[in-house]
T-cell receptor, first 115, second 111 residues
Framework: DADVTQTPRNRITKTGKRIMLECSQT?????MYWYRQDPGLGLRLIYY???????NKGEISDGYSVSRQAQAKFSLSLESAIPNQTALYFC??????????????FGEGSRLTVL | ELKVEQNPLFLSMQEGKNYTIYCNYS?????LYWYRQDPGKSLESLFVLLSNGAVKQEGRLMASLDTKARLSTLHITAAVHDLSATYFCAVDSSGTYKYIFGTGTRLKVLA
């Protein structure tokens, strides 16, 4: 089984609908991240969390919200989806720097299409 | 605000040739990461560069970091088709654990 699991893997929805993307991990990492990938723009950071009570905005947080339900779970919500939120979304985790290299471990991605 | 730039964005090269991908960043950082993404797949870690002058090699790929110049390079030696992928660099801005990615370099190695 994957260490970082994203659901759903693919979703098509309509403008104005509320969408939640979920991420769970078995790596025991404290830090979790949500990125979106668009062609030619690389990965852009939406939100990141260092623990359940520590959530931070990233580069492009407008139109998104997150919830860290537990150390292992980090959800991304689009309250009212719009077409320019069509993208590939990645969840990633990272351990505590002093104990490892700080590299990110990614889920398989969630492809979201907003019509 | 940290900016990370990669160039080139696209690279088409013949098998057996050498080339370098560049990653520039705008603020102080002591750690830089390289990731690989195959088409339709997720990202996987290639290299972690931990300090100025760090050099890591894996097969035909070699990465280096110059923190004073705020520059990392990913050098490809004698390219083979299996190296075709998109390569991303990412920077942790001054120990904040906020990882900012470059736009990626899409590499295509032609037989």
């Amino acid at each position: 089984d994957a260490d970082v699991t994203q659901t759903p893997r693919n979703r098509i929805t309509k403008t104005g609908k509320r969408i939640m993307l979920e991420c769970s991990q078995t790596k025991g990492h404290d830090r979790m991240y949500w990125y979106r990938q668009d062609p030619g723009l690389g990965l852009r950071l939406i939100y990141y969390s260092f623990d359940v009570k520590d959530i931070n905005k990233g580069e492009i947080s407008d139109g998104y919200s997150v919830s860290r339900q537990a150390q292992a779970k980090f959800s991304l919500s689009l309250e009212s989806a719009i077409p320019n939120q069509t993208a590939l979304y990645f969840c990633a985790t990272s351990g505590v720097r002093q104990m490892n290299t700080g590299e990110l471990f990614f889920g398989e991605g969630s492809r979201l299409t907003v019509l | 605000e940290l900016k990370v730039e990669q160039n080139p964005l696209f690279l088409s090269m013949q098998e057996g040739k050498n080339y370098t991908i560049y990653c520039n960043y705008s603020t102080t950082s002591d750690r830089l990461y390289w990731y690989r993404q195959d088409p339709g797949k997720s990202l996987e870690s290639l290299f972690v560069l931990l300090s100025n002058g760090a050099v890591k090699q894996e097969g035909r790929l070699m990465a280096s970091l110059d923190t004073k110049a705020r520059l990392s390079t990913l050098h490809i030696t004698a390219a083979v088709h299996d190296l075709s992928a998109t390569y991303f660099c990412a920077v942790d801005s001054s120990g904040t654990y906020k990882y900012i990615f470059g736009t990626g370099t899409r590499l295509k190695v032609l037989a």
